[in-house]
């Protein structure tokens, strides 16, 4: 399994600027503690990969095979990230929960780390909040899973792109990307 280089992410934060004072819920955002909570979940959690190609039915599946999870946030100040285990064992999670559990599930059903990314930003209609969503590329069409959205749909296009979703971070096994 790889991991991500720390060193890397510390030196493109501080050079482009990208996380540097983020102000996220009226508190600093700490600029590493996303990647150390990935790393710590990617090593502590071993990601089964499929020999398969993964498809839009392999999304469907996932989103009915997680029809139960519920919503539920972190408490107040503290960002904690699950791995896929406790998400399944509490049955709820919030947005980068969900997310990371769908991620694994894909990894299973044989998306590849460069055809999906867990995708950070803020919600600026809902007071810039922290979000995040679970982005794919299949056959050069992007569809998004997004935790807001239990319901068991998948979105065709870049909505993440638009107004209603700023950018921070893109992420997955192989590294990140800032914006």
């Known amino acids: 399994m790889k991991k991500l280089l720390i060193s890397t992410a510390i ?5 482009t600027g990208a996380f ?30 499929s020999n398969k190609q993964g ?15 519920k919503y539920c946030a972190d408490k107040e100040g503290k960002d904690e990230w699950q791995s896929p285990k406790e998400t399944k064992k509490r049955k709820c999670g919030d947005c980068e929960d969900i997310a990371i559990l769908w991620y ?3 990894r299973e059903r044989g ?3 460069e ?11 809902q ?30 296009g870049s909505s993440y792109n638009e107004k209603n979703f700023l950018v921070m971070y893109k992420i997955n096994e192989n590294g990140w990307s800032a914006y």
């Open 55 to 69: 498809t839009i039915d392999n999304l469907l599946d996932i989103l009915e095979k997680t029809s139960y999870l």
């Open 111 to 113: 998306f590849k780390p």
């Open 127 to 156: 007071g810039n909040t922290y979000h995040m969503i679970l982005a794919f590329n299949i056959g050069g069409f992007e569809f998004v899973l997004d935790p807001l959205y239990l319901d068991g749909n998948i979105k065709l």
């Open 11 to 15: 030196a493109l934060t501080f050079s």
């Open 20 to 49: 540097a004072g983020n102000l996220v819920g009226g508190s600093k955002m700490n600029n590493l503690e996303p990647f150390l909570q990935w790393n710590k979940i990617i090593e502590d959690n071993e990601i089964k990969v």
């Open 115 to 125: 055809e999906m990314n867990l995708v950070a930003g803020f919600l600026p209609e």
């Open 104 to 106: 694994y599930m894909a």
